[in-house]
């Protein structure tokens, strides 16, 4: 398996303000995606973060919103931008390496006020 | 597009005893993973087990293992011997070449172990 460190844990923030998450694999990874959990729901996936471009957003979610970074094959980053309460969720990113291979990192629990 | 269906919101089972918890999914690819997370209440996504769908024989880790029907696009889940910790809820995902490999989740099961 994959060793995967997310940060921060978990934050509380005010709304109209930016949290950025950072996402770690301790091996270069072929595929890093970034999901979002709102309270009580499944994960549902932001976007595909591709190495050296501008990452892949699902409907529903766009890059202005959820800048994303991916410098490298081990590293990625997720910015949640001008907060609101809805934005309230466990933010979690995955990694992917061949067909069987697919986890996640900690997870970010943020809740807005 | 997949699509991945769970009917039990929640169960409930005696420790020591099995449970299963549903899954059915649907696809048009030929070729895709089924796989199996537990989520305990501090949020992370714990990997429990995969099938491919090409798999031969139905997978197992430890005290999980993957009930896989092919005909009937199911993969239930089976917990043996439950345990008070595996309170928890259990969440089916697919994914396929077709998806690039993204991850489709259902909604979930909660299971609750009672002493």
């Known amino acids: 398996s994959a060793v995967i460190s997310q940060k921060p844990s978990r934050d509380i923030c005010q709304r109209g303000t930016s949290l950025t998450i950072q996402c770690q694999v301790d091996?270069?990874?072929?595929?890093m995606f970034w999901y979002r959990q709102q309270p009580g729901q499944s994960l549902t996936l932001i976007a595909t973060?591709?190495?050296?471009?501008?990452?892949?957003?699902e409907s529903g979610f766009v890059i202005d919103k959820f800048p994303i970074s991916r410098p490298n094959l081990t590293f990625s980053t997720l910015t949640v931008s001008n907060m609101s309460p809805e934005d309230s969720s466990i933010y979690l990113c995955?990694?992917?390496?061949?067909?069987?291979?697919?986890?996640f990192g900690q997870g970010t629990r943020l809740t807005v006020v | 597009a997949q699509k991945i269906t769970q009917t039990q919101p929640g169960m409930f089972v005696q420790e020591k005893e099995a449970v299963t918890l549903d899954c059915t999914y649907d696809?048009?690819?030929?070729?895709?993973?089924l796989f199996w997370y537990k989520q305990p209440s501090s949020g992370e996504m714990i990997f429990l087990i995969y099938?491919?769908?090409?798999?031969?024989q139905n997978a197992t880790e430890g005290r999980y293992s993957l009930n896989f029907q092919k005909a009937r696009k199911s993969a239930n889940l089976v917990i043996s011997a439950s345990q008070l910790g595996d309170s928890a809820m259990y969440f089916c995902?697919?994914?396929?070449?077709?998806?690039?490999?993204?991850?489709?989740f259902g909604k979930g099961t909660l299971l609750t172990v009672n002493p």
């Open positions: 995955s990694v992917v390496r061949g067909w069987q291979e697919a986890f």
């Open positions: 091996s270069q990874v072929t595929m």
């Open positions: 973060a591709n190495q050296g471009s501008e990452a892949t957003y």
């Open positions: 696809t048009s690819d030929p070729s895709y993973g």
């Open positions: 099938q491919g769908s090409y798999d031969q």
């Open positions: 995902a697919m994914n396929s070449g077709g998806s690039n490999y993204k991850l489709t």
